[in-house]
T-cell receptor, first 116, second 115 residues
Framework: AQTVTQSQPEMSVQEAETVTLSCTYD???????LFWYKQPPSRQMILVIR??????QNATENRFSVNFQKAAKSFSLKISDSQLGDTAMYFC?????????????FGQGTRLTINP | GAVVSQHPSWVICKSGTSVKIECRSL??????MFWYRQFPKQSLMLMAT?????????EQGVEKDKFLINHASLTLSTLTVTSAHPEDSSFYIC???????????FGPGTRLTVT
């Protein structure tokens, strides 16, 4: 079974700084999807960024980028120029595919606080 | 973008009563629905998966007779917590998926408090 591990329960940085959240996963699959979700205080889950394993290029979305190391099974999220609105729980997630009822497997989460 | 609604957003009920939570996909057809439970400061835990018109598949440790899931239409799924107890107090999130869109959506969640 696939597992996702986030080793940083909490992180805190100053506004405008860059922060990196770590995520490792375990799978025997060759093709799969990886995601970072944000859950702000409203508790609405928001997709931040996703990576398809067959793509070698790291995904980026504005201030958010990932460092995908397939061989190391590592998928870290970098937030540049952090903003107060980035304060949230961040979950790393794995999914084998979108076929059928394949499940999202979530990590334990990292609580990120951006300080003014 | 896809719009998912959940109703109610917050419900308080007495121990022993049943509560129904509705999840609607407003602008797409949800062929598969995932229901999650989230305790404070914890990750999302998958409770069950359902396909439209079929019985739900429950995760190990989740009582199917206590958490009744109905997915009778492509735009509505319900989760009924029967004979609720204080330990059922949690945040419940529905998450629909539709074929052809490689994305999984999330409802805004329902906070259940059992007194």
């Amino acid at each position: 079974a696939q597992t996702v591990t986030q080793s940083q329960p909490e992180m805190s940085v100053q506004e405008a700084e860059t922060v990196t959240l770590s995520c490792t996963y375990d799978t025997s699959e060759n093709n799969y999807y990886l995601f970072w979700y944000k859950q702000p205080p409203s508790r609405q889950m928001i997709l931040v960024i996703r990576q398809e394993a067959y793509k070698q290029q790291n995904a980026t979305e504005n201030r958010f980028s990932v460092n995908f190391q397939k061989a190391a099974k590592s998928f870290s999220l970098k937030i540049s120029d952090s903003q107060l609105g980035d304060t949230a729980m961040y979950f790393c997630a794995f999914m084998k595919s979108f076929q059928g009822a394949q499940k999202l497997v979530f990590g334990q989460g990292t609580r990120l606080t951006i300080n003014p | 973008g896809a719009v998912v609604s959940q109703h109610p957003s917050w419900v308080i009920c007495k121990s022993g009563t049943s509560v129904k939570i509705e999840c609607r996909s407003l602008d797409f057809q949800a062929t598969t629905m995932f229901w999650y439970r989230q305790f404070p400061k914890q990750s999302l835990m998958l409770m069950a998966t359902s396909n439209e018109g079929s019985k739900a598949t429950y995760e190990q440790g989740v009582e199917k007779d206590k958490f009744l899931i109905n997915h009778a239409s492509l735009t509505l799924s319900t989760l009924t917590v029967t004979s609720a107890h204080p330990e059922d107090s949690s945040f419940y999130i529905c998450s629909p998926r539709t074929p052809g869109r490689n994305e999984q959506y999330f409802g805004p969640g329902t906070r259940l408090t059992v007194t």
